[in-house]
């Protein structure tokens, strides 16, 4: 029994994503791919964000810290993930997948929340422009960032509290490439009702909170960019969201899709796999979203491409 809680399990096995032997190769180098475009794209927007200085404003403070929750989340999947690729048997002990399942509910709770921070910072640039520095001030900014991770955590210790005190029996195979709420729900020999409405209230807090104050910050913002007399002005005010309505219609739409439907609609086979979209593809495709169509990104990456050149 592993120390601290009911389990008579010592460790899971982890099925992973396909149990076909002639793809495991082929999939941990397209994975592996994936990775580094991530970790590449999220520390490269961090570096550029730390090292330009017409870059520390309430935007790319957030956005900085967007780029550091995707890093962290990809990290704590993707390299378990890639040994099971290559390993025979891809083991996990009881106190590894819990800690793998708490680091994710964290990041996950968290990219959710800083995006609704994000989209109340283009709700205070465009429709108060005048107040926008006495509004988002640095005070205000380091409080919305300690609410951001402060609801991470608690997000993260309901869904793992609501785990870890469960009892898993002779089946020890999480058929998942992590180690993942339903899975775990599934292969406990004690888990109720209970348990499931646990999980849907807290995803649905997790993901409603979130989609609620964008929508009413985004409400806002479209009657303000309508009031806009000028084409030209409409346009730019629209620029300046384009990015993080993509980033936020791609994370939100594919975690739906995941935990707010039941296990009839979507077997866990299928749903492993469309929780490679916003576990995997999501972090690497943010820094891409908001590199390719952020003007200020592009420039100050021109600017230090130009400085490390001349050095």
Known sequence: MAAGNTSSVAEFLLA?????????????????GFYVVTVAGNLGLITLIALNSHLHIPMYFFLFNLSFVDFSYS?????????????????????????????????????????SAMAYDRYVAICKPLLYTVTMSPQVCVL?????????????????????????????????????????????????????LVVFAVVAFGIGVPIGAISLSYGFILSSIFRISSTEGRSKAFSTCSSHIIAVSLFFGSGAFMYLKPPSVLPLDQGKVS?????????????????????????????????ITFT
């Open 16 to 32: 992973g994503l396909t149990g076909q032997p002639r793809l495991q190769v082929p999939l941990f180098f397209l994975f592996l």
């Open 275 to 307: 929780s490679l979209f916003y576990t995997i593809v999501v972090p690497m495709l943010n820094p891409l979203i908001y590199s390719l169509r952020n003007q200020d990104v592009r420039l100050a990456m021109k600017k230090t491409l130009g400085r």
């Open 75 to 115: 990290s704590v999947i993707v390299p378990k993930m890639l040994v099971g690729f290559v390993s025979e048997k891809n083991i996990i002990s009881y106190t590894g997948c819990m800690t793998q399942l708490f680091f994710f509910c964290f990041l996950v709770f968290s990219e959710s929340f800083m995006l």
């Open 144 to 196: 919305l960032l300690l609410g951001v991770y402060g609801v991470g955590l608690l997000g993260a210790m309901a869904h793992t509290g609501n785990i870890i005190f469960l009892t898993f029996c002779a089946d020890n195979l999480v058929n998942h490439y992590m180690c993942d709420i339903l899975p775990l729900l599934e292969l406990s020999c004690n888990s109720s009702y209970r348990n499931l």
